[in-house]
């Protein structure tokens, strides 16, 4: 069985504030592992994701994501937020195998202060 | 601009209506899927095909009926919905391999008068 946990349901920065969004996994298995963002009225976006190799993966629009096997954790930042920023976040984890079911976390929103 | 590609984008019907959803995709893609997402929560998995043929049904109430008439195409049938029914419709599509990321259309907001 696997899970995700994501801590925080809302998260507030100001504009040009570090973004950090915590995500936790649980999987029995080497995990695959990836972030989305949705916008207002718009389907999940992939902003990256962890498969094998590098423990520090970068992603679309400034964002990274570190794979910390020893803590069971995949915390998205950004070091300075942008107003367009501002949207809803899903940490996401599959366990690969035949039927390559996402575990969705319960999402964080991302509120950008000016 | 999605590679998955759904059609309509809002859809209003009655609980005795049947229409239908409609998902299309053109990046060689074999696996295809069925969201429903509700407002503020994250999707929740209805149904995944894999090479055209339903390998996964998430316990879904019949009312929904799916179909796969090509690699590329992904459609979702609807009869005798309940207010319930109301949400977010997403399609999405992947590679045909472990660790593969979906790929998301825009969804269908779908209203049950």
């Known amino acids: 069985a696997q899970s995700v946990t994501q801590l925080g349901s809302h998260v507030s920065v100001s504009e040009g504030a570090l973004v950090l969004l915590r995500c936790n996994y649980s999987s029995s298995v080497p995990p695959y592992l990836f972030w989305y963002v949705q916008y207002p009225n718009q389907g999940l976006q992939l902003l990256l994701k962890y498969t094998t190799g590098a423990t520090l993966v970068k992603g679309i629009n400034g964002f990274e994501a570190e794979f910390k096997k020893s803590e069971t954790s995949f915390h998205l930042t950004k070091p300075s937020a942008h107003m367009s920023d501002a949207a809803e976040y899903f940490c996401a984890v599959s366990s690969g195998g035949s039927n390559y079911k996402l575990t969705f976390g319960k999402g964080t929103l991302l509120t950008v202060n000016p | 601009d999605t590679e998955v590609t759904q059609t309509p984008k809002h859809l209003v019907m009655g609980m005795t209506n049947k229409k239908s959803l409609k998902c299309e995709q053109h990046m060689g893609h074999r696996a295809m899927y069925w969201y429903k997402q509700k407002a503020k929560k994250p999707p929740e998995l209805m149904f995944v095909y894999s090479y055209e043929k339903l390998s996964i049904n998430e316990s879904v109430p019949s009312r929904f009926s799916p179909e796969c008439p090509n690699s590329s195409l992904l459609n979702l049938h609807l009869h005798a919905l309940q207010p319930e029914d109301s949400a977010l419709y997403l399609c999405?599509?992947?590679?045909?391999?472990?660790?593969?990321?979906?790929?998301f259309g825009d969804g269908t907001r779908l209203s049950i008068l």
């Open positions: 999405a599509s992947s590679q045909e391999r472990a660790g593969q990321p979906q790929h």
